[in-house]
């Protein structure tokens, strides 16, 4: 068995105004890949491997043109080295949106199949939180989706897929797959696996995967903050029974329509003053407020200063606000050295719609991994502790924290840039709040801008009726 293992995983908010450039995206090579501890499964199969190029960022805003067709062209000249195949298999996130173009996804996949033929069987791995459309289920032959939000099975959704391709080419039997769209947009912070009414319709999915003639079921919740055509949840399953497949689909997607009204934000919720007034009067600690529309990991710019005016100007005190993306201010930081007092004006430099926020610090900590553009800076300003990052990043994890000689669960109150909160942040907080901000990815979601998706959807209309269709792969339509 001969396979190639490649892709591209990021999501793109087109509400952002700031590009993606090949410097976010760290990209894997030949077998840099296979050393990569997020493909170490690939090791032990047996099959003869060809590691092309994956390539990886925050997401942020639209990928440029030109980094996207880079990357591709390096990609599908890698493939066309790697000829012939058996197998491919492609780890995407399917959220990509590109400069000047819609359904990138289905421009990458199409392009690689139209590389190895129709003989090969080609499988897909996906976040739940990316847009399908019917050119990218018309390339595969297995597909498979995260279940969980936060994302705690990123690596057992890539072994299903590369599981049910190993299986495939072992047995010589070709699944398929089939998708029904749902005309449903929810954040990812209203859908969180972790709540109800998405806890017991994710957990319902492995009942599916048990049926004869079903190997994998989906429920796509897909991606709010772009506007475009393709943007929808929607159910997908891969098998080797159509009729089975079908019946499948069409039973996940209603379940999805029927729940469509049921779903809330889990965390408490509320306007910035709200949520900064119950954090004032908190007698536990520490306190965790979410700023939830200028979230790195889903879209946002990460360098908005509002939030941290509104903290400062109530004076908080022990205080930890991680972190907001300002190159100037990180560079400003490292030129005056660590202990030096200095006036600071953060925030504002990627999003216009941002004010700055001036304010005089102490330099704290100076972070210097080798790379001024992974520069941060810790600076202290009254009882304020601020991270400063060169480049956009989530301060989601605690290792994030203790690099920088901090402890997120020793501060009075912690402002982070998320939406949900991380599976290891969540467990500390007391309590955990979520701030209605202003942003690129806001959860005003019945008002954003929809000039080009697909209508109607709701919530943005909702006197609409719906029937489920499942759809067949043109691939397994003979």
Known sequence: MRIAIGGLHTECSTYSPVLMSVEDFKVLRGEELLRAPQFDFLDGSGADLSPLLHARAVPGGPVSRVAYESFKAEFIERLKAALPLDGLYLAMHGAVNVEGMDDAEGDWISAARDIVGDACIVAASYDLHGNVSQRIIDQLDIFAAYRTAPHIDVRETMVRAWSMLLEALRTGKRPGVAWAPVPVLWPGERTS???????????????????????????????????????????????????????????????????????????????LDEMLDIAGKSATAPVILADSADNPTGGGVGDRADVLSAVLARGFDDALFAGITDRPAVEACFAAGKGAQISLSVGGNLDPSSAPVRFDAEVVTLHDPGSAAEREAVVRTGGVTVVLAARRRPYHNIA?????????????LLVVKSGYLSPELAPIANPNLMALTEGVVGQDIENLVSLRRSRPAFPFDKNFSYTPQARLSSRWRD
Do not use: H
């Open 193 to 271: 696996t972790e709540d109800e009414p998405a806890r017991s319709l994710y957990a319902k999915l492995s009942d599916y995967d048990a049926q004869d003639g079903i190997l994998d079921a989906n429920l796509m919740i897909g991606y709010v903050w772009a506007d475009e055509p393709r943007a929808t949840a929607c159910a997908v399953a891969t098998g080797t029974d159509k009729d089975a497949v079908l019946t499948a689909v069409n039973r996940i997607a209603q379940s999805y329509w029927d729940a469509r009204s049921d779903f809330r934000f889990g965390p408490v919720t509320g306007p």
């Open 400 to 412: 994030d924290f203790t690099q920088l000689g901090l402890d997120p669960k020793a501060v009075r």
